[in-house]
């Protein structure tokens, strides 16, 4: 599992370790550090090879945002849960699943195994 986050890499770095998940998760990317954002592959690409994986092998993305997470990891052959909090109204969408928080998403991965 990893974070793959756009943003200042000293506020992102901040947020991943002060919640713990820098110790919870295989690996991370962070724009700011990499020089390359979400929608772009890149960054989803580092973050698999930080896991030991390839995206060959496939994966999912949650998230939050339809152009950065969504687009980025259909572009990336990744399979998609959005967190739908109503920030993009009548926006067409190309997601596996639509979810209202990281519980239920969360319950999605469980049900694929």
Sequence with gaps: MAIVTNGMADNQLGKIRRTGLAEAVDGYTLSGVEGIRKPEVGPFEIAAKRCDLSLTQGGWVIGDNLTADIAGGCAAGLRTIWIDRGTWPDRKHNVDHV????LEA???L???G
């Design 99 to 102: 979810v209202g928080d990281v």
């Design 106 to 108: 969360i319950e999605i």
């Design 110 to 112: 469980h049900e694929y």
